[in-house]
């Protein structure tokens, strides 16, 4: 028997997971949830493997124990390709990991080639190479490595304007490759780059379909968690590592979330 009262822990490395939160909320309106951003290490993707593996199975080891969620959801792509397996072996609790959406790009695309925009370190891993492998072998994937979206969707969500430059920047990193201009559709292997779908959508001049994951975790959340019980006994929060937990631009971001404050860890 699952605690009614037991969240469902969302972690990701800053505000990205707020995109999977929202489509949680859509299937799971009653759900206790606990939001945690490790913005102490924002951000994941210019880090090693070594180093994002040790962190993301500590914290969530950490976490576990003080929260005793009834699941996890690993809401980043980069720490999910490099740390997934790692904290399934070491934690009894239910593991949702979030993976670039090669599978449904490659159903969706006219023209055979499908851009992929991620961290450095997600675009670079194997985990990638097998779901092209497995999903659009018979397809062109482009892969680019976009660092500067990540900065824009969190000064964006704390009520700042990014820099329209850095979007450009990311097309052009697809676009410029053999077989670019024939992309129709984006994935964005980040939970951050869908918080900036409107200004990736006119950087591409509004001629890509963008795909992520967020959909396909809520349903898979919903999927494990159907017939348990909800009992939300506080208002749901946030935690942040490191110092920005009293930051008022950062709460504010969270509040269209349902998210009521935010925590130090």
């Given at each position: ?67 005793h ?90 009520g ?24 129709d ?70 509040e ?8 130090s860890?």
């Open positions: 028997m699952v605690d009614p009262a037991a969240p469902i822990l969302i972690f990701d490395s800053g505000v990205g997971g707020l995109s999977v939160l929202a489509e949680v909320r859509k299937l799971l309106p009653d759900a206790p949830v606990i939001y945690v951003a490790d913005q102490a290490a924002l951000p994941y993707g210019d880090k090693t493997e070594a180093e994002i593996a040790a962190r993301v199975a500590g914290l969530l080891g950490r976490l576990a124990e003080r929260y969620p009834r699941l996890i959801c690993i809401a980043c792509n980069t720490a999910s390709t490099i740390a997934l397996g790692m904290v399934r072996e070491v934690l009894e609790t239910p593991i949702v990991g979030t993976v670039p959406a090669i599978k449904p790009a490659a159903e969706m695309t006219k023209t055979g080639v499908i851009g992929l925009l991620g961290t450095a370190a997600t675009i670079r891993q194997a985990y990638v190479d097998n779901l092209e492998a497995e999903f659009a072998s018979d397809k062109t994937l482009l892969r680019h490595a976009a660092p500067e979206l990540v900065g824009a969707a969190e000064l964006k969500l704390r700042g304007t990014p820099d329209p430059a850095i979007f450009a920047r990311a097309v052009e990193g697809l676009r410029a490759q053999a077989g670019g201009a024939d992309i559709t984006a994935v964005l292997a980040c939970t951050h780059f869908p918080l900036l779908e409107d200004e990736l959508g006119a950087a591409f001049g509004g001629k890509v379909n963008f795909v992520d994951g967020a959909q396909g975790i809520a349903r898979r959340i919903a999927y494990l968690t159907q017939g348990q019980s909800f009992d939300r006994q506080q208002p749901d929060f946030a935690i942040v590592t490191g110092d920005k937990h009293d930051d008022p631009a950062l709460l504010q971001a969270f269209p979330y349902g998210i009521a404050k935010i925590c860890l």
